[in-house]
């Protein structure tokens, strides 16, 4: 039978799930049980990848779980970030879309032109100078994979720059929420865009939105941080075939790349899960209203499931004892980068906000 073939994912599932439950069960222990309140403060995403990382690096995960874990962070996922959709509005998204795009192309450019000055001077190998940039500025692994068959980097260099922003990914994931709400005083759209350019991966600017939900109660944020790394993603477009002229211009023959290939297509998704939201409360406005609404917080419940799901398998997969055996000039650059995309984040939305107030 066909669907034989898909039981190997689900021992790693089943494992993410059950760290979920973990967290979420630690979670409500500390935050209702011992610190009195009505609401954990807590983030669930947060001790989910913690609880990960944690158990990842002190026990061996077993090759029978492997395939579910990756699956957990790519599919379910990306299934988490549609899911997410139902809780905006159409006119929202374009919003949010016309604020974010100058932003995001900002800090791509000055991203890059920092990173190319910084790589001269620490003597960094061209091709891995190239997959720091593009995992900086787009979107983390995913634009290092679609980036590596271009300019035939090698495998050694694929998972220095994957692990590079791995770790500085995880650092402004846990930092950022915090750091933001105290910056931008709590306004969701300016904590929302910082989240969604300065962050690297799609997952962990998920997991930073989910995490400043929870403690701050604003899926506004979320919604803001999302379609703006939503956007971002996008960005890929434009950037691989670029990175391949650059790379390969003035030999016999480039490389090939596929614009089908490297289109993150659940951002359709995420947009569909909007306009099913917009039809269904204009459907539903003066019949079966309730169940309706009652379907609309089962999606938004089962985002977070999802997303939790997907941060705890990451965590599992984050092996530390790998980072000891490389060199610490490719991840100065990293540092560079991080902090260079955080503070042109910053200096835009101040200019936006002296412009617009």
């Given at each position: 039978m066909s669907y034989k073939k898909y039981l190997v994912f689900l021992p790693g599932i089943i494992l993410a799930f059950v760290l979920y439950t973990l967290s979420q069960?630690?979670?409500?222990?500390?935050?209702?049980?011992?610190?009195?309140?009505?609401?954990?403060?807590?983030?669930?995403a947060m001790i989910a990848i913690l609880f990960g990382i944690l158990l990842g690096n002190i026990f061996q995960i077993r090759n029978?779980?492997?395939?579910?874990?990756?699956?957990?962070?790519?599919?379910?996922?990306?299934?988490?970030?549609?899911?997410?959709?139902?809780q905006l509005k159409p006119f929202e998204f374009l919003e949010f879309g016309a604020i974010a795009i100058p932003l995001i192309i900002i800090c791509i450019v000055s991203v890059l032109i920092v990173?190319?000055?910084?790589?001269?001077?620490?003597?960094?190998?061209?091709r891995m100078s190239y997959l720091i940039s593009i995992g900086s500025t787009v979107c983390g692994t995913t634009a290092i994979m679609a980036t590596a068959p271009v300019i035939g980097a090698k495998k050694n260099e694929i998972s220095y720059a994957v692990a590079n922003i791995t770790i500085f990914g995880i650092l402004s994931m846990l930092i950022y929420p915090y750091f933001a709400n105290f910056y931008f005083n709590g306004e969701s759209l300016l904590v929302g865009l910082f989240l969604g350019t300065s962050i690297h991966e799609t997952a962990q600017v998920a997991a930073a939105g989910l995490i400043y939900d929870q403690q701050f109660n604003s899926p506004e944020t979320l919604n803001i941080a999302t379609v703006t790394k939503l956007i971002r993603n996008t960005f890929l477009i434009i950037m691989i075939p670029l990175f391949a002229f650059l790379y390969n211009r003035g030999?016999?023959?480039?490389?090939?790349?596929?614009i089908i290939s490297i289109f993150p297509y659940f951002v359709l998704g995420f947009v569909g899960m909007i306009i099913i939201r917009n039809v269904g409360d204009n459907i539903f406005i003066t019949s079966q209203n309730e169940i309706w609404a009652n379907t609309v917080i089962n999606i938004k419940f089962l985002s977070k499931i999802f997303l939790t799901m997907a941060m705890a398998a990451i965590g599992l997969s984050t092996n530390l004892r790998d980072i000891k055996n490389m060199g610490y000039k490719p991840f100065?650059?990293?540092?560079?980068?991080?902090?260079?995309v955080g503070l042109i984040s910053i200096t835009t939305?101040?200019?936006?906000?002296?412009?617009?107030?």
């Open positions: 069960g630690i979670n409500n222990i500390i935050g209702i049980e011992l610190l009195g309140y009505e609401k954990s403060p807590i983030s669930t029978l779980f492997l395939k579910g874990l990756n699956f957990a962070q790519s599919n379910i996922l990306k299934l988490g970030i549609i899911c997410l959709g139902i990173i190319k000055v910084l790589v001269k001077k620490l003597n960094i190998p061209r030999q016999v023959k480039e490389k090939k790349y596929s100065v650059v990293g540092f560079v980068a991080m902090a260079t939305i101040e200019v936006y906000i002296n412009f617009f107030n």
